[in-house]
């Protein structure tokens, strides 16, 4: 299987995300390659590949609860650009008894469906884009927190989403979601509709679902933690890939009850996925950032605690089917 996503030849992922942001805006919406200006956010950059538009180091931190309101959202365009470090708090708190967030993705949608309506209730919203990034910004108390709607070729990585609906949802192909963290979601990730999205060394915990995917083929799932979801680690009714051979692995499944006899930090077991007849076949038995580095199939992440070069990531790994 191939896929076309367009990354840098180099892809950084820090320890974590360095979240720089310090200067409060107002919401930042931005349709076609015309509107990519200062007013609106932009601080740099021409919008090539060399040179993306660059939108960074904002804090927007107030209730966007009224009508069409967003953190910062960009459609219709084809431009390179990046947003990163910027803090977006939607200020709807809502929790459960459990601590996770109550919001959720079937709120009243007033006539739209439910994919209109969250164009207009997401902390970053990129509706009909491609070779956009969103890096290292923290996305909070919102219905979606990063959200992708019939975009492709893009970057989200490094992202904390906490307390939203659904942290990081997709509806675009050929996007890469690398390292982020998703905490207290009703969904950590979700994927709708979409294939050939690499979902790799994500880190979902103690959401009601870690990831959910649903009317969606040939997306890759691998080497991500799944630790303390509530409901579900993770469900799945199309047909996806979950790991990525042995030696490599899959990924590491906090409620995983097999073995490891031979010590080679797989386990003996697969891990079934609810909803088809996806699995796991080699789960590690250790968080990623711990796993044995054995034969890799792709340059593993050496740990979230340095700073890690993966060159090729995407392209290389995906060429394997």
């Excluded at 660059?54 to 107030?62: A, T, V």
């Excluded at 909803?275 to 199939?297: I, T, V, W």
Aim: with cysteine; hydrophobic share 35%.
């Amino acid at each position: 299987m191939m896929v076309s996503i367009v990354a840098p030849a180099i892809l950084i992922l820090s320890p974590g995300p360095v979240h720089a942001a310090s200067t409060p805006h107002a919401p930042i919406y931005i349709d076609g390659n015309d509107n990519f200006t200062l007013s609106n956010g932009v601080t740099s950059g021409s919008g090539t590949e060399s040179d993306p538009y660059i939108i960074e180091n904002w804090i927007m931190i107030e209730n966007y609860n009224v009508a069409g309101s967003h953190g910062i959202k960009i459609e219709n365009t084809s431009a390179y650009f990046v947003i990163r470090n910027c803090v977006i708090d939607g200020g709807l708190v809502g929790y459960d008894a459990d601590g996770t967030a109550e919001l959720n993705l079937a709120t009243d949608s007033q006539g739209l469906t439910l994919y209109e309506w969250l164009l207009y209730r997401s902390n970053i919203c990129l509706n009909r884009v491609s070779n956009g990034k969103v890096e290292n910004c923290v996305v909070r108390n919102r219905e979606a927190g990063i959200y992708l709607c019939e975009s492709s070729d893009s970057t989200i990585s490094g992202n904390t989403c906490l307390n939203c609906g659904c942290g990081i949802l997709t509806l675009g192909s050929n996007n890469a979601i690398l390292g982020n963290t998703c905490l207290k979601n009703n969904a950590g990730i979700k994927v709708d509709g979409s294939s050939g999205n690499s979902i790799f060394f994500n880190k979902c915990e103690n959401n009601k679902c870690g990831i959910s995917l649903s009317f969606s083929e040939n997306n890759r799932i691998c080497h991500n933690n799944f630790i303390n979801n509530q409901e579900k680690q993770a469900e799945d009714g199309g047909i996806n890939y979950w790991d990525d051979g042995y030696p490599s692995g899959g990924n590491y499944w906090g409620d995983y009850t097999g073995k490891d006899a031979d010590g080679d930090g797989i386990g003996d077991t697969p891990y079934s996925i609810l909803g088809d007849n996806n699995q796991d076949r080699y789960p590690l038995m250790k968080p990623f950032d711990e796993a044995p580095s054995g034969e890799m199939n792709w340059p593993l992440v050496a740990g979230i605690t340095g700073i890690i070069a993966i060159i090729g990531a995407v392209a290389f790994y995906m060429r394997r089917r």
